[in-house]
C-alpha cells in the first residue's frame, strides 16, 4: 500500500483515481507521494522515501525541483489542464485593457442612489469609452499550453495575431493556427504589437524581461497582460510607464502594492486557473500521473526528469533507475543485470539535463542482490522494483 499526502485540498474527482494501491495519510514522514497545489515545499523536511511530488497546476515554483531531483524524488506539473480555464480570463483582459469597464462599473455603484442615474449615464458614458479590439495586433509571447489557445482564441476574435517561442513544441506547432505569424525575436513582437501578452515560465532567463528596456522598444499606448507569472514584469518600470503614458493599461493575475495602487493597473487576485472545471482537470492529470509512476514506472509530465512510458509490464519483472546523466552509465546496468541471470525483454531510457531514467523488463524478476548492486552504482539515486 502506498500512502499520499495532500498537502492542499484536491478536488475529489482527482482522489478518485488513487486505485486500490493508495491511501491518504496525514503524515508527512509516511508519505510515497505527494500532491499540491500552492503550499511551498522549500522549507519542508522530505524523507529519501519520498518517489514523487505532483503539483496540480502548471507552475513549480513551490517546489525545490532541483534538490528533489538529487534525491530521486520526480516533479511532475499538468501543463494544459488549466488552460482553458486561463484563456477565458485573457479574453476578459483584453476587454479590460481596451474599454474602461471597471471605471464605468464602480461610477454606477457609487451612483446607484441618483434617482436620474439613466439621463446621467448618457452624460458620464464618454468618460470610459475605450476601443474595440478586431484588427488590433496582439503579440503573444509563449506559446505553449496557454498561448497556442489564447493566438487562436484572438484570431476568432478578429485580431491580427503574432507569436514567439524560440522553443515551440512540436505539439504546440500543429494545435496553432497557420494564421499566426511567428517572430523570430521577441524585439519585434515589442515594436509592431498593440497588446502583449506573456504566457512563459518564469525562469533565471525571463525574470524581469518586461523592464523599462523592453517597454522602451513598444509602441505608444501599448496594452500589456500577464496571466502566467509576476516576476515576467519589473513592477516599478511598468508602473513608472503606466504614469507616463507609454503603457496605456496593464492586466495582471498577480497583484501586489506596487501595481495594484496604480489606477491604470486592473490586478486580479490570481484568478487564471481558479475555475471549478481547471481544479479538476488538474487533480485528475496529478493522481493519474502518480499513480501511472509509482504502479507502472512510467513518467509524464515531469519538471525534473525525463518522459518515459513502457505501459504496463507483462514481464516477469520490472526494475527502474534514476540516475545521473553521464557517459557508459548504461552499460554498467545491462552488465549486471545480465550476471544476475536475468535477460533483458524490454529496455529503454531517456535523459533530461543532467538527469537519466532507466526501465528494465526482465526475465526473471530481478533478485535482491542484483538491485543491492545496482544502488551501489556511482551516480545512481534511486532503484525501485516495479514488480
Known amino acids: 500500500m502506498f500512502n499520499v499526502k495532500c498537502l492542499n485540498p484536491i478536488a ?42 505532483a503539483r496540480a497546476g502548471a507552475g513549480v515554483n513551490n517546489i525545490p525541483i532541483d534538490e528533489y531531483a538529487k534525491k530521486g524524488i520526480v516533479v511532475f506539473n499538468t501543463p494544459g489542464a488549466n488552460a482553458n480555464g486561463v484563456k477565458e480570463l485573457v479574453a476578459a483582459g483584453l476587454l479590460l485593457a481596451s474599454r474602461d469597464i471597471i471605471g464605468g462599473a464602480n461610477w454606477t455603484k457609487a451612483n446607484v442612489d441618483d434617482e436620474n442615474l439613466a439621463k446621467t449615464v448618457e452624460k458620464q458614458k464618454k468618460q470610459y469609452a475605450g476601443n474595440e479590439i478586431k484588427g488590433k495586433t496582439l503579440g503573444v509571447v509563449g506559446l505553449g499550453a496557454i498561448g497556442v489557445l489564447v493566438a487562436n482564441m484572438a484570431l476568432d476574435l478578429g485580431m491580427k495575431v503574432y507569436g514567439y517561442d524560440p522553443y515551440l513544441s512540436v505539439k504546440s506547432a500543429w494545435q496553432l493556427s497557420p494564421h499566426v505569424k511567428r517572430m523570430q525575436n521577441v524585439e519585434d513582437i515589442y515594436a509592431q504589437c498593440d497588446y502583449i501578452t506573456m504566457h512563459l515560465p518564469l525562469l533565471d532567463s525571463t525574470k524581469g524581461m518586461i523592464n523599462k528596456d523592453a517597454i522602451a522598444q513598444m509602441k505608444d499606448g501599448v496594452k500589456i497582460l500577464n496571466f502566467a507569472r509576476g516576476g515576467l514584469v519589473n513592477d516599478q518600470d511598468i508602473c513608472d510607464a503606466l504614469n507616463s503614458g507609454k503603457v496605456s493599461s496593464y492586466v495582471t493575475d498577480f497583484p501586489d502594492p506596487i501595481v495594484a495602487s496604480n489606477p491604470k493597473c486592473v490586478a486580479i487576485p490570481h484568478l487564471g486557473a481558479s475555475t471549478e472545471e481547471s481544479e479538476d482537470n488538474c487533480a485528475i492529470m496529478a493522481v493519474e500521473q502518480i499513480v501511472d509512476f509509482v504502479e507502472n514506472g512510467n513518467i509524464t509530465n515531469s519538471v525534473n526528469f525525463p518522459d518515459c512510458d513502457m505501459g504496463v509490464c507483462q514481464s516477469p519483472g520490472r526494475l527502474t533507475i534514476l540516475h545521473k546523466n553521464r557517459a557508459n552509465i548504461l552499460s554498467h546496468f545491462t552488465t549486471m543485470v545480465g550476471a544476475g541471470g536475468m535477460n ?30 545496482l544502488k551501489n552504482v556511482r551516480d545512481v539515486l534511486k532503484v525501485r522494483v516495479i514488480k
Open 344 to 373: 533483458i525483454e524490454n529496455m529503454t531510457n531517456k535523459s533530461k539535463g543532467s538527469y537519466a531514467y532507466t526501465m528494465l523488463d526482465t526475465n526473471p524478476a530481478p533478485s535482491q542482490d542484483v538491485i543491492d548492486v
Open 12 to 53: 475529489q474527482v482527482g482522489l478518485d483515481n488513487l486505485t486500490e494501491n493508495f491511501q491518504l495519510t496525514e503524515e508527512m514522514n509516511d508519505a510515497d507521494a505527494v500532491l499540491v497545489r500552492s503550499a511551498s515545499m522549500h522549507d519542508m523536511e522530505v524523507t529519501d522515501d519520498l518517489l514523487a511530488v
